[in-house]
């Protein structure tokens, strides 16, 4: 089933055909070898977790697995098991980051890592940094469209070597890398139709480690897969040069008025105020506009929480200062824990449902005011 980060989970009908290609996919992307072994840390009831045993499963692999993602456990276990590869969402290496302050971890060898793969959400640049002065290991960044299919797309161990190294080329590391063998992918309009360099676009991709389609619901299949391309939601912009890089979901794209706002934008400014830790933003009904934009927030860990009118005001104030005035927030809405997936992906079904309430009882509230 999907994560349902948006809406409602979808049963995703996966084939043994699609397992061995999404292996092969990993396989391109980890740059495998006949004697590498794995560190499992993903949960298995979820696809991230399947496909990362899959693949040493699939190629006879030696594979170390772990309850949990606890950074301290794992580098005890590198150090005793000795695995080569594995895969890690952001999150997972901020926490690997953080434990090696322990001097205990310092001194831990683990020289026997080679390779991470990682996925799932934005890695902020510091995080990604810091984690590659720390292990002494090649990255790659793997994408695609997560339940529905396979590593697409790769920024791969060259890709960072390069980036890292050249302030020139450091915006690749913002990518999602470039299409892998065995895919392929385009970029259209509302239309469905190709869109040019640079301009931005539905991302659609053929293959065949995508699904079908999803169990017992043929009009979600029959929109997942138009005009034989499978439609991943996600809007993107592609160089010159084939790389791709993430713009938003496409059920992230707010118009408001006659402007369009992309949620992800917003949210990366939101993210740079000292007062907010993790922002989500969506669009909420509008009687004037159509849709406005609203965030929700969460502190950041030690801050105390929101004391009201004046942190939103400041916040708000922030983000002024940085976009243009119809990309700001006209409600920022904090709460002491934004809602999150069971692999700690942000559930934007659940947050988009919080400020929807919120708005109906600040109508309500406003509706019993004297005129």
């Not at 699904?211 to 929109?223: D, L, N």
């Not at 669009?283 to 801050?303: K, N």
Request: charged residues 25%; hydrophobic residues 40%.
């Amino acid at each position: 089933f999907t994560s349902g980060t948006t809406g409602e989970p979808k049963g995703a009908t996966i084939s043994s055909r699609n397992e061995i290609v999404f292996s092969h996919s990993m396989a391109w992307a980890a740059e495998s070898r006949h004697d590498d072994s794995a560190i499992i840390v993903l949960p298995m009831f979820h696809k991230g977790g399947q496909f990362s045993i899959m693949h040493p499963a699939y190629f006879g692999l030696a594979t170390v697995i772990l309850a949990n993602a606890e950074p301290n456990a794992m580098l005890a276990a590198i150090e005793q098991h000795r695995p080569t590869f594995g895969v890690l969402v952001p999150t997972i290496m901020k926490m690997m980051a953080d434990a090696m302050a322990s001097p205990d971890n310092r001194r831990r060898d683990l020289s026997s890592l080679r390779h991470f793969m990682y996925g799932s959400n934005p890695i902020p640049m510091p995080v990604l940094r810091r984690f590659s002065e720390l292990f002494s290991c090649t990255l790659s960044q793997i994408g695609g469209i997560g339940t529905e299919g396979g590593v697409a797309l790769v920024l791969s161990r060259l890709d960072h070597q390069q980036a890292l190294a050249d302030p020139a080329l450091e915006l690749r590391l913002t990518s999602c890398g470039r299409v892998q063998p065995g895919f392929e992918m385009m970029l259209v309009d509302d239309e469905d139709q190709p869109v040019g360099v640079g301009e931005r676009g539905e991302m659609v991709f053929r293959g065949d480690a995508f699904v079908s389609g999803y169990w017992r619901r043929p009009e979600a299949s029959a929109r997942l897969w138009r005009g034989g391309w499978l439609h991943s939601g996600d809007i993107g912009r592609m160089d010159a040069d084939g790389f791709v890089y993430y713009v938003d979901r496409k059920a992230g794209r707010i118009k408001t008025g006659a402007e369009t706002v992309y949620a992800r934008e917003v949210e990366a400014i939101l993210r740079e105020s000292p007062l907010v830790g993790e922002a989500v933003v969506v669009g909420v009904p509008d009687e004037t506009w159509g849709e406005a934009v609203w965030a929700c927030a969460e502190r950041p860990s030690g801050l105390a929480p929101a004391t009201g009118e004046d942190d939103e005001a400041q916040v708000r104030l922030f983000v002024r200062k940085r976009l243009a005035g119809f990309k700001v927030p006209k409600r920022v809405v904090f709460v002491e824990q934004l809602p999150r997936t069971a692999l700690g992906k942000l559930a934007l079904g659940e947050v988009r449902s919080l400020l929807l309430k919120q708005q109906q009882r600040e109508l309500a509230s406003a509706s019993l005011q004297p005129s």
